[in-house]
């Protein structure tokens, strides 16, 4: 770790800053080995990515279920469950190389109790099956996924009602918001605000989007064929 990023890192990881240090060297080794963090991201693992979800905390209440959508590395999802013990995370991630990874880290790291891995899509989660209810969670993150109209149609589904969908996003939040509000209304989420997490901790503050369901959207319903005036249909 950067000796300047260690005021930050005890901040935000407090007596759990070994085990976030266990976690960095897997990223670092076997993530990068396996192609889940870029050779280029190896040296800026801290400031770029665990500091960076860490932060993200702070908005999460005591003791909350917490799905993350596209979890791939963990991030920001394993970053979270080493910040907060309280927490239970499901990591949710269709790629199997990525979620083999993530079984191995949370399995290394001693968080089986408060951690668990679900390959599927997002869409499969919030379904259930017969042998399964659906997931639903407290707060759904989702870290570099998609822009906000698909991950509001992808994640709010998970969330309980008066849930949150919290999106990890960069400058360009507002403008996202801006031009898809709209649409996330239709999805059933309330007004999208902007959050800055971390501030007077690590800078740049990370930015958010944190979007609340108001309320259940069921999926569209088929529309019936056209009858003609025969009574026959179209």
């Keep these: 770790m950067p000796p300047e990023l260690a005021g930050a890192a005890r901040t935000l990881f407090g007596d759990r800053l070994d085990l976030a240090a266990a976690y960095a060297e897997l990223l670092v080794t076997d993530g990068v080995i396996r192609g889940l963090i870029g050779p280029r991201e190896a040296p800026r693992i801290w400031d770029r990515h665990l500091l960076n979800c860490a932060a993200v905390a702070e908005r999460i209440p005591p003791g909350a279920t917490v799905l993350d959508v596209g979890s791939g590395a963990g991030l920001p999802g394993l970053v979270l469950a080493v910040a907060r013990p309280d ?16 079984v191995e880290v949370v399995e290394h790291l001693g968080l089986a109790r408060t951690v668990r ?28 996924v998609a822009p906000l109209d698909r991950l509001s ?5 998970l969330a309980r009602p008066g849930g949150r969908l919290i999106a990890l996003k960069g400058a360009s939040a507002s403008e996202e918001i801006a031009e898809h509000a709209a649409t996330v209304g239709r999805l059933g989420g309330g007004t999208p605000e902007v ?9 740049p503050p990370t930015t958010v989007v944190e979007i609340v369901r108001e309320r259940a959207v069921g999926p569209a319903r088929p529309k019936s064929p056209k009858r003609s005036r025969g009574g026959r249909r179209r």
């Design 87 to 102: 927490l239970a995370v499901t990591l949710i991630e269709p790629l199997a190389r990525r979620t083999a990874f993530l």
């Design 195 to 203: 959050h800055h997490c971390g501030e007077g901790v690590i800078d």
């Design 117 to 144: 891995v679900f390959r599927g899509r997002a869409e499969e989660a919030s379904a259930g099956t017969r042998e399964r209810e659906p997931l639903t969670g407290d707060v759904v993150t989702a870290r570099a």
């Design 153 to 157: 149609t992808w994640c709010l589904p």
